[in-house]
Nanobody
């Protein structure tokens, strides 16, 4: 069984920062790509960023230069450092990862950015 624990969401003013974490444990062999998606109220879930097992990263244009993804392979944890937050970044953020040929999702953590 695979367990996923996300943390770090909350309320922040525009221009502020938050750091999200997603820790994976349980019956896993190795984790390939890890990433973050988000779903704003009334909108579809959208991809935010991905990091490969070797550390290569990609970002959506909307967050490029403001968000940074990283991972600790020893801890099976992926992080999302979010700086210069904007109200339009308000969403539930979900971590996503591939292991054993299966994609898993976290339950999500809410990020609210106020004016």
């Amino acid at each position: 069984q695979v367990h996923v624990v996300e943390s770090g969401g909350g309320l922040v003013q525009a221009g502020g920062s938050l750091r999200l974490s997603c820790a994976v444990s349980g019956s896993i062999f190795s984790i390939n790509d890890m990433g973050w998606y988000r779903q704003a109220p009334g909108k579809q879930r959208e991809w935010v960023t991905t990091i490969t097992s070797s550390g290569s990263t990609n970002y959506a244009d909307s967050v490029k230069g403001r968000f940074t993804i990283s991972r600790d392979n020893l801890k099976n944890t992926v992080y999302l450092q979010m700086n210069s937050l904007k109200p339009e970044d308000t969403a539930v953020y979900y971590c996503n990862f591939l292991t054993g040929g299966i994609y898993y999702w976290g339950k999500g953590t809410l990020v609210t950015v106020s004016l």
